[in-house]
């Protein structure tokens, strides 16, 4: 069956620190994936698309690398802040229409 | 403001009782999808629309559960008969070409 992981623990991390966060995924073959934030009683906001044919991709202070070999995603939070605490969802697109499959998500804390 | 709207935010029902949710994409956007998500999960795609067509449906939704997107505009979401484990939060969200979502702030429903 497909599944889509990411770590559950929380990540605590220090203000100015870079959090990595990991997707890891089985039974797909996707031709991008995504990465959302989310923040508590909200709706998710789109944060970057990387294709299948793209090693990495930069926005900002977010970087996020994809290796359809090894079936995993790293979403980076260079020179974290407290601002950046939320919960990132990434998100596969099985057949490319939509219909986004997300993972659980896992929850960043930054610390001042 | 022109982003995806949801309505009511809150909905605390009975058992038994049918709920109507209402969506409001953005404008020009010709894609709506419906996810539900559980506390600590991420989204968990119900259905979609391109335009006023209905394209598909997650097996997961059952017969009680029916939405509608009369003239590509608006959607709505049902349920009827509604049970305990129908609680969660219901969001919608738009594209123009099905990569990018841009999701509503959702309604949070309670079935007591």
């Known amino acids: 069956s497909q599944k889509i992981e990411q770590n559950s623990e929380a990540l605590n991390i220090q203000e100015g620190k870079t959090a990595t966060l990991t997707c890891n995924y089985t039974?797909?073959?996707?031709?991008?994936l995504q990465w959302y934030r989310q923040d508590p009683g909200r709706g998710p906001v789109f944060l970057l698309l990387i294709r299948e044919n793209e090693k990495e991709k930069r926005k900002e202070r977010l970087k996020v690398t994809f290796d359809t070999t090894l079936k995993q995603s790293l979403f980076h939070i260079t020179a974290s802040q407290p601002a950046d605490s939320a919960t990132y969802l990434c998100a596969l697109d099985p057949d490319s229409w939509g219909k986004l499959q997300f993972g659980a998500g896992t929850q960043v804390v930054v610390t001042p | 403001d022109t982003g995806v709207s949801q309505d009511p935010r809150h909905k605390i029902t009975k058992r038994g009782q049918n709920v109507t949710f209402r969506c409001d994409p953005i404008?020009?956007?010709?894609?709506l999808y419906w996810y539900r998500q559980t506390l600590g999960q991420g989204p968990e795609f119900l259905t979609y629309?391109?335009?006023?067509?209905?394209?598909?449906k997650s097996r997961l939704l059952s017969d009680r559960f029916s939405a509608e997107r009369p003239k590509g505009s608006f959607s709505t979401l049902e349920i009827q008969r509604t049970e305990q484990g129908d609680s969660a939060m219901y969001l919608c969200?738009?594209?123009?070409?099905?990569?990018?979502?841009?999701f509503g702030p959702g309604t949070r429903l309670t079935v007591l």
């Open positions: 404008s020009e956007h010709n894609r």
């Open positions: 629309f391109q335009n006023e067509a209905q394209l598909e």
């Open positions: 039974n797909y073959s996707p031709a991008y």
């Open positions: 969200a738009s594209s123009f070409g099905g990569i990018e979502q841009f």
